[in-house]
């Protein structure tokens, strides 16, 4: 197949101070997620549709959080070492879309820096580089501030 496509799911708790990454940038934020890494679960959802893609399972297989190698990992680590595999099966990023639900604090100031930081890391320009941010209308976890969920989808291309 010249082209393939995937989702990726995941979801962090919040807890007070700890630092709030997200998208591969810091959120000033009085909390953040609780993580074996540094939480980032909108890179983590992104790793998971770049290995959907291929089948090749999730970043909990690649990246265990049991493995001490991993604690207090920048995300961004885990998103290059994924592009990596990407590219070793021959493919390339086509462009990818995000959505973050949170309640808060607000993330319309920073959807620019993260698709920004997130475009580089991918090979793509930022135009293909959707990130999106919804609060639940204060319904649900998301909605009691008790944490954060991330859907994203990527498409990949043969090189
Ligand atoms: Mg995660």
């Known amino acids: 197949m010249d082209i393939r496509i995937g989702n990726g799911y995941d979801v962090h708790a919040l807890a007070p101070d700890l630092p709030m990454w997200l998208g591969g940038i810091q959120i000033p934020s009085p909390t953040g997620f609780v993580a074996h890494s540094d939480g980032d679960v909108a890179i983590h959802a992104l790793c998971d549709a770049l290995l959907g893609c291929l089948a090749l399972g999730d970043i909990g297989h690649l990246f265990p959080d049991t493995s001490d190698e991993w604690k207090g990992v920048d995300s961004k680590i885990?998103?290059?070492?994924?592009?990596?595999?990407i590219a070793a099966n021959g493919y390339r990023v086509g462009n990818v879309d995000i959505t973050i639900a949170l309640q808060k604090p607000k993330l319309a100031p920073h959807i620019a820096a993260m698709r920004a930081t997130l475009a580089p890391?991918?090979?793509?320009s930022e135009?293909?580089?959707?990130?999106?941010?919804?609060?639940?209308?204060?319904?649900?976890?998301v909605g009691r501030c008790e944490g954060c969920e991330v859907w994203a989808t990527a498409l990949i291309i043969r090189k």
């Open 127 to 141: 135009d293909c580089v959707s990130v999106k941010a919804t609060t639940t209308e204060r319904l649900g976890f």
């Open 121 to 124: 890391l991918l090979g793509v």
């Open 78 to 85: 885990l998103l290059r070492k994924v592009m990596e595999i």
